[in-house]
């Protein structure tokens, strides 16, 4: 590292320790959402093959789950692997699952974060499968931070999930469909979303320059603040977390008011 490099360095961490100290943690967000794109775009300009993406990017979630610690965050919701990118070729498809599994390993072995899966199961390998399992036993007497891990995942396929479990409990009761159609709401809806019993997220964060959700908590950010950030997910650092922290606490929150 050269000295240019050296003092780049030390002026980022003088400016996020900063930016820290401005920071009011009761403003802080409780609940956040986080798309963590760019592994791939990170590895091609790294000269790097996308698996070395992929791995860089997994390198950065715990990172990541400390800053929130630090802030008082109290839900996070970590987008690892959406319904699409089971379209993706196999030589990547198959790595990425692997690096994926060792994320909710390291995660669950940890011991300061409760895990808890989002997504469709079933459309997952048995072996993950379990792996989720056993992760969120584990972790379930956790005091800390709430990590949703979003693997499988699809904002349409959880609303139509939902609907389905909605249907099926109904069935269960024997509930007649005149009944049910009366009874239906959001509130009920939301019941049987993957995140049941949790708070929507307040925050929405996306790295790498896209400005889109693509899917992403489609029910639960109906009212979320979103904060798109150009650097890619591998060299995302504390200090554009803490800029994220500062330009959320700055917004007056309507609520569709």
Known sequence: MNLRDKLRGLLVRLYARRVEGHLDHAQVPKH?????????RWAKAAGSSTVDGHRAG????????GWCSETDVE???????????????????????????DVVRTLAADGRWRVHH????????????????????TTAHVDGILVNVAIGYGGRQEIADAVRSMLLDAQERGTSMEELTEAVDTDMIGRHLYTS????PDLV?????????????????????????????????????LRAMRDYAARHRRFGG
């Not at 956040?32 to 791939?40: A, H, Q």
């Not at 997994?58 to 789950?65: V, W």
């Not at 989002?118 to 036993?137: H, R, Y």
């Not at 019993?197 to 929507?200: A, R, S, V």
């Open 205 to 241: 964060i996306r790295t790498s320059g896209e400005q889109r959700l693509s899917g992403f908590m489609l029910w639960q950010t109906a009212h979320s603040e979103y904060y798109f950030c150009d650097v890619f997910w591998p060299a995302f650092r504390k200090v554009d977390f």
């Open 58 to 65: 997994a390198g950065k979630i715990e990172e990541f789950l």
């Open 75 to 101: 839900v996070v919701t970590l987008w690892l692997l959406s319904t699409d990118n089971f379209d993706r070729p196999q030589e990547e498809l198959g790595p990425l699952l692997g690096i994926i599994e």
């Open 118 to 137: 989002v997504g469709t199961p079933d459309l997952l390998p048995s072996g993950m499968q379990t792996v989720l399992k056993e992760a969120e036993e």
């Open 197 to 200: 019993d949790q708070p929507d």
């Open 32 to 40: 956040i959402g986080v798309i963590m794109d760019g592994n791939r």
